[in-house]
Structures are given as structure tokens and as C-alpha cells.
């Protein structure tokens, strides 16, 4: 049976979501599964509070900087080869992940991760669209294909507590392996045979400045939160950020196929929907780091009870994103996106008094009420963004919409988790006696606690837990700010603006 004749039945092309989706759900997977183990990740390696923001961060800056270039060289050799690339290299890189020495190993395993994840997350659509020609079909492979994406992205720290429950940290990554065997083979009885269009160009120059512009702002913001601040790290931050903002957009002034034009935000609908698809992730993302922190560390939760409890915000965008999606020609996408933020922003208020209160139920209500606001979002943001556009611009804007996802997440830890460490070395109040040390970061004084045995052990955790439990609050008081004015601009940006659906 060849690839082409076994996309002709709809169980070949059913298999054939199945297969993408495995790609899709191991890419997103990987943004959050380690929330829940890197408390045991940081104290096996020794890894520093700078080693730790690039051990999270270091996968959405490569797969944000690759993803404009990748789905362009999927035209040019063909998506089918791009997913088996991509498959491959994401497998190797879960094995040096797993087994990695050290901490500068496993950052530099958590780059390849993005490299394979980059390599194949355009692919997973693009083949979705080549293999289904029935609108109706495609729309309903689409709206599974991006459920599965959100989905993932919000179970990834029960995934890695149950892992943890009885495995190491690296089985985080090994778990990854299976999926992408069974994925590979696969593939070649249930994708279309490649289209490759050699004519296409593909410009990897553009990808290496955005990597450097990504890469410089996430300096930037780690070593600006920072106390004290590393002067001259932030200056040569700031040189790269404008050199490499500046030498992308210059490039694509000069590329008869450039990968991103500014003139395409000019579109309401696509404006507002990678506003909705980054704020989402920023919320989603930034928001189970920091919970996920503070549960283990300063309430002591295991990991497994940590990645139930911030599931409470997937079991909310379950709720609303398959019913949102199949309601978006009755409500509108106006509604869907503002008032899907305004219902987020009501549900990050709740979980922002967690961080005062400290009641169980705060949280879980205030993140499936969360989650029931930016499952709307989502569902309806990647739509906004590829039909608010005209047709020749539906390639260029389905690349911005994979980056905005990536994008949020990104500077999400890269924001939230350095400012809480920030704040809470401000807040933290050093008990007499303890090292000073302990109030570098939560991690350092709970390690610091548990590896001595001093009349001030008592006082330093809850010390360390007060100050965290309130940088926590004003953290999540900063989302609830970022929410609140996303659903007020997109309401006023979306006035009257209508999207034309597939039938």
C-alpha cells in the first residue's frame, strides 16, 4: 500500500490526524512537563536560578525562532519529510535530555527538543490540509488539532508528577521516545506523498537574527529583575536586541518571499487573534510555572498533587474550546476573544488571592474559571488570525500563528519567573542566624532548610514561604492587569469585525 492510496478511505485519513497529533502533542507537552519536576531536576544537576530560567526557556526561544523558516522549508522539500526530520531529531534529543550530566547538557538537550519540534509543528498542519478536502472534515481536523495542542499544554505537569511519582526527572523526556516510534512508523501508510516546490526560498539567515532577537530580550528581562543588576550583561542585551530587531527586519525588506511584514497586523481579526493566541499561552504558561513552584516548595505538595491541581485549568478550556469553536458563527469572534479574556481575568483575580489566603479551593476554582476564559480564546484565535487575512497571506499569517503561541510562553517565564524570584528576594525576611543565601530564591532556601538541622530551620520556611506566597499574589495581581487590558482592547479592535468561515 502505497502513501497516497491509503489517504483515499476516511479511516487513513483519521489515522493520519492521529499520527500528526502525536507530533503536536509531544511539542506542546514539552513547554510544561517539566513545572512539575524541575524542583528535582535543579537539586540533581545543581542547576542555578539562571541555568533553571534557560532550562524552561531555552525550547520556546528555539522553537519561536525556527518556526517562521521551517514551514516555508516544508514547501520547498516537502512536509512529509519535514515530520519524519522532526520526529527523529525531537527522539534523539529526548534521549540526551533524560540522561543528561548536567545542567548545561540538558539546556543544550532542550534546544535540540525545539529543533525537532520546530522542524515538524508546521508540518502537523499543513498535512492536515493536504490530506482533508471535505470543509467540514477540515475544519473539524483543525478544531481537534488545536484542541490537542491546548490540552497538552495544560495537563504537561500532571503528566511529569505522575512520571515522577515513581521515576526520575529525565523519564520526562523518555516518554517522549515510544510516541515517536510509533508516530514514524506510521507515516508512511497514512501521510500523502510529498509536494516539494524547489522554487520556494527558504532563508535561514532570517531565523538565526530571530533567535538572536528572542534570545537578547530574555537576558534582558532575566538580568533586569535581578538584584543586583549585571550592568554590562544588560548593555550588551540591549545591543543585541536592537541589532538583531533591526538586521530581521532589513533582511525581510530584501527577501522577494519574506517570512513576516508588518503590514499584516493591520488586519483586525489577525491582530487580535496572536494578541489572544500569545496572552493565552502568557496567562496559561506563566501562571502554572509559578503555582507549580510554590506548591511543592512552599506548601510542600508532591509533584503528582501539584500537576492535579493546576489541571483544574485545562478541565476549564476543556469545557469551553470544542463549544466555543462549533459556536463561533453564532457568537462572533468579538465575543469569543474579549469576553473569553474577561472571563480569564475574573478567574486569575481568584487564584491572585490564593497567594493571601492560601484555601485550596481559591485556586482550583480560580483556574478552571481561567481556563474556561482562555479555552474561548484559543479555540477561535487561530481562525481570526489565518481567515482575517486575504488568501495570499494565509501562509505568512499560519507561521505567526504557530510563533504567537511559542512567543507568549517564552515571555511568560521569562517575565513572571523572574520577577517572583525578584520579588520574593525583596519580601523575604532572613531569620537570625540563616545563611543569606536563602533568600536568593525559594529553591535555595528550601534546600538550605532540609540539609541542615539549626533552630532556625522552622523560621526559614516559613519565612521563605511568606515572602514567596505574596510575590505569588502580585505576580498573579500583574496577569489579571495583562488579561483585563486584552479583553478591553480586543473588544474595542473587534467592533463590527467578521471573519469568513469554511463551509
Not at 525562532?65 to 515530520?83: E, Q
Not at 503590514?263 to 507549580?292: E, H, N
Not at 545563611?435 to 528550601?446: I, Y
Request: neutral net charge; proline residues 4%.
Amino acid at each position: 500500500m502505497n502513501a497516497q492510496s491509503a489517504n483515499t478511505g476516511p479511516l487513513q485519513r483519521w489515522l493520519l490526524l492521529a499520527t500528526v497529533g502525536v507530533g503536536i502533542t509531544i511539542i506542546t507537552l514539552d513547554n510544561t512537563i517539566l513545572y512539575t519536576a524541575l524542583p528535582s531536576l535543579v537539586e540533581d544537576l545543581g542547576a542555578t536560578s539562571t541555568q533553571q530560567l534557560w532550562i524552561v526557556n531555552i525550547y520556546a526561544i528555539v522553537i519561536a525562532g525556527l518556526l517562521l523558516g521551517t514551514g516555508t522549508l516544508g514547501d520547498k522539500i516537502g512536509h512529509r519529510r519535514m515530520f519524519i526530520a522532526g520526529l527523529i531529531i525531537f527522539g534523539c534529543a529526548s534521549l540526551l535530555a533524560a540522561f543528561a550530566p548536567s545542567a548545561a547538557m540538558l539546556i543544550l538537550g532542550r534546544a535540540l527538543l525545539a529543533v525537532g519540534g520546530a522542524t515538524m509543528m508546521p508540518s502537523t498542519l499543513s498535512l492536515i490540509r493536504l490530506t482533508f478536502t471535505n470543509p467540514a472534515e477540515l475544519n473539524l481536523a483543525i478544531g481537534i488539532w488545536g484542541s490537542l495542542s491546548t490540552v497538552s499544554a495544560t495537563l504537561g505537569p500532571i503528566v511529569g508528577g505522575l512520571l515522577l511519582e515513581a521515576y526520575w526527572w529525565g523519564s520526562c523526556f523518555l516518554v517522549n521516545v515510544p510516541l515517536v516510534i510509533a508516530a514514524l512508523v506510521a507515516v508512511p501508510f497514512v501521510a500523502p506523498p510529498d509536494r516539494a516546490n524547489p522554487d520556494k526560498h527558504w532563508d535561514f539567515s532570517s531565523s538565526v537574527y530571530a533567535m538572536i532577537t528572542l534570545v537578547s530580550a530574555v537576558m534582558l528581562i532575566k538580568e533586569g529583575t535581578h538584584a543586583p543588576q549585571n550592568w554590562p550583561v544588560i548593555g550588551v542585551a540591549v545591543v543585541l536586541l536592537l541589532l538583531g530587531g533591526w538586521a530581521f527586519t532589513r533582511r525581510q525588506e530584501g527577501l522577494e518571499q519574506p517570512l513576516i511584514t508588518l503590514d499584516i497586523f493591520r488586519y483586525p481579526a489577525f491582530r487580535c487573534g496572536a494578541l489572544g493566541a500569545a496572552l493565552s499561552m502568557f496567562a496559561l504558561a506563566g501562571l502554572q510555572y509559578v503555582i507549580t513552584q510554590k506548591l511543592q516548595l512552599a506548601d510542600g505538595l508532591s509533584p503528582l498533587r501539584s500537576g492535579v491541581y493546576v489541571t483544574f485549568a485545562a478541565m476549564g478550556a476543556l469545557a469551553t474550546s470544542i463549544y466555543a469553536g462549533a459556536r463561533l458563527a453564532q457568537f462572533g469572534i468579538r465575543r469569543l476573544i474579549a469576553g473569553g479574556f474577561g472571563v480569564a481575568t475574573i478567574g486569575a483575580a481568584i487564584v491572585c488571592l490564593y497567594g493571601f489566603w492560601g484555601w485550596t479551593p481559591i485556586l482550583l476554582s480560580g483556574l478552571f474559571i481561567k481556563g474556561m476564559g482562555l479555552g474561548a480564546v484559543m479555540a477561535v484565535a487561530s481562525i481570526a488570525m489565518i481567515s482575517g487575512v486575504p488568501s495570499h497571506r494565509a501562509g505568512m499569517a499560519s507561521s505567526v500563528e504557530e510563533v504567537s503561541y511559542e512567543f507568549g510562553s517564552l515571555t511568560s517565564i521569562a517575565v513572571l519567573g523572574s520577577l517572583v524570584t525578584a520579588l520574593y528576594s525583596a519580601l523575604f525576611v532572613l531569620p537570625a542566624g540563616a545563611p543569606e543565601s536563602a533568600g536568593e530564591s525559594l529553591h535555595s532556601a528550601v534546600h538550605i532548610a532540609h540539609s541542615t538541622e539549626a533552630s532556625w530551620t522552622e523560621p526559614l520556611l516559613a519565612a521563605a514561604g511568606t515572602a514567596y506566597s505574596h510575590a505569588f499574589a502580585l505576580v498573579s495581581g500583574l496577569v489579571v492587569v495583562v488579561l483585563a487590558a486584552g479583553s478591553l482592547y480586543t473588544a474595542r479592535i473587534l467592533r463590527g469585525v467578521t471573519v469568513k468561515l469554511e463551509d
